[in-house]
RNA sequence: GGAGAGGUGGCCGAGAGGCUGAAGGCAGCUGCCUGCUAAGCAGUUGUAGGGAUAAAACCCUACCGGGGGUUCGAAUCCCCCCCUCUCCGCCA
């Protein structure tokens, strides 16, 4: 959520800057609505103060014993206006509410102006795509054939964009899981947290996610809860309505979670494998951070994640959104993109955002620096990564023509020191 | 699910219709004092919206878990909801 008065006094530089984004930044009404909003306010108070007063008047002859009756009949005609106006000044701050949650955030000046992710720039690449000896084969074929991931099997459970993994398809899961987090722990100063799975809509509130993007969501019949689209939301959420005293900053936390997308709007992409499911696993990076530092955490953090792929000796690049493919609440984001032999192209693993204030302002998240007065801090998050596209990424990248696949010398100690699948 | 207790400023904690934006304490800030530290003394310190101003000072409004109600006037009375704690039941 934007600040009003920051919108109030850059109305015009923000609607240019918004409608970069494509779409749906109409603010045309909000000049209206502003002003609609100051008049019934300014009317409310001043019937409010002179109850006030007229009260306070009231009171005061009371204790002297003295007759008060005019006055208060007087405040009870009063008290009949007020009551209007105020019923109208609540349904205008309501309508500012709605319409301010429904603005998204304004990007970056460093955020490259474009339409869609062909407008993305390539800001890096780490590692060489594997040239194979033999066509490579997809994640799917050679999951299959190893008997460790049964998409027919998950089909009869749960439907499509679900999956089964089986054996050590199941451990190199919980592998990956337990390398990232301790990699993210041991080496890159966060704390680990595991938070519920099953969000109120508030919290989704303050991340951004809600109002606008309810049909992305599976919400649980008869309760105002949300099955967590991503660990971004709890996690976040963890501060929100609290003033964090600004040595405590940065706060840095890592959390490994299962994730529940509806894809709506999804139909005929990526049908087939890990790639897009309803629930997939995923280690996720929050930071909370003065609002100078924000940038350079964002930097850390993207390399943070990046880092993870280095050590599975995954190649991958870096690519910068530009404003037409940002997310609703962002101001910047970086896009890690491993590449994947079997599709013959670099697939998103990782995004990686500064919030600014816009997910604080909503949640509530303020900093207190010494002796100062609190104001809204920064939020960040990332993945690190996205635990079942780093799957496909090794079985794809490490496969062998025999179909088999060797395992990552860093993963190793934790599958037992297996060092090949099948 | 049943029974009780409770939610007040950055924190602890009083207040039980008007004189309360809220005593007292802690913490913070400013000054004094003191070899240093600690202690002590005095002053000061909530958030948001609006008005005023060159900027302040200043003025108004709202806020005592959330929402509604009673009243001229609500932290205080009434109703609904949420959360925490204790006991009982149930359960992994």
């Known amino acids: 959520m934007l600040d009003l008065k920051f919108l109030r006094e850059n109305l015009e530089e923000i609607e240019k800057r918004l409608k970069t984004r494509g779409g749906d930044a109409d603010l045309s009404g909000f000049k209206e609505l502003d002003a609609k909003r100051k008049k019934l306010l300014t009317e409310s108070e001043t019937l409010k103060a002179r109850r006030n007063a007229v009260s306070e008047e009231i009171g005061k002859l009371k204790r002297e014993k003295k007759d008060a009756s005019a006055l208060v009949a007087e405040m009870q005609e009063e008290g009949a206006k007020l009551k209007s106006l105020d019923t109208d000044a609540a349904a205008v701050e309501e309508e500012m509410n709605a319409f301010l949650l429904g603005v998204p955030n304004v990007p970056h ?149 299962p994730c529940f997308r509806s894809e709506a709007g999804s139909y005929g992409k990526d049908v087939k494998g890990l790639i897009r499911q309803h629930q997939f696993n995923k280690v996720e990076m929050v930071k909370f951070t003065s609002p100078e530092a924000s940038y350079g955490e964002l930097e850390k953090l993207t390399d943070n994640a990046e ?69 809204f801090l920064h939020t960040l998050n990332g993945s690190g990564l996205a635990v079942g596209r780093t799957l496909v990424a090794i079985l794809e990248n490490y496969q062998q023509e025999d179909g088999s696949v060797i395992v990552p010398e860093a993963l190793r100690p934790y599958m037992r020191g297996l060092e090949k699948i099948g």
């Open 307 to 375: 880092d993870i792929l280095r050590r599975l000796g995954l190649p991958y690049q870096v690519v910068l959104l530009c404003t037409g493919d940002m997310g609703f609440s962002s101001a910047k984001t970086y896009d890690i993109e491993v590449w994947l032999p079997g599709q013959g192209k670099y697939r998103e693993i990782s995004s990686c955002s500064n919030f600014e204030d816009f997910q604080a302002r909503r949640a509530g998240i303020r900093v207190r620096p010494k002796g100062g007065k609190p104001r």
């Open 109 to 257: 000046s460093s955020v490259p102006i474009g339409k869609d992710s062909n407008d993305n720039p390539v800001v890096r690449k780490w590692g060489e795509p594997k040239k194979f000896a033999f066509s490579p084969k997809e994640h799917t074929e050679l999951g299959e054939k190893l008997g460790i991931l049964d998409f027919e099997r998950a089909g009869k459970i749960s439907g499509a964009r679900f999956s089964l993994l089986m054996g050590l398809g199941a451990l190199l899961e919980r592998a990956l899981i337990n390398f990232m987090l301790d990699v993210h722990t041991t080496e890159h100063g966060y704390t680990e947290v595991l938070p519920p799975f099953m969000v109120k809509s508030s919290a989704l509130m303050g991340t951004g996610q809600l109002p606008k993007f309810k049909e992305d969501l599976f919400k649980i019949e008869g309760w105002d809860h949300f099955l967590i689209p991503t660990a971004e939301v709890p996690v976040t959420n963890i501060h929100n309505d609290e003033i964090i005293d600004e040595e405590r900053l940065p706060i840095s936390y890592t959390a490994f979670t």
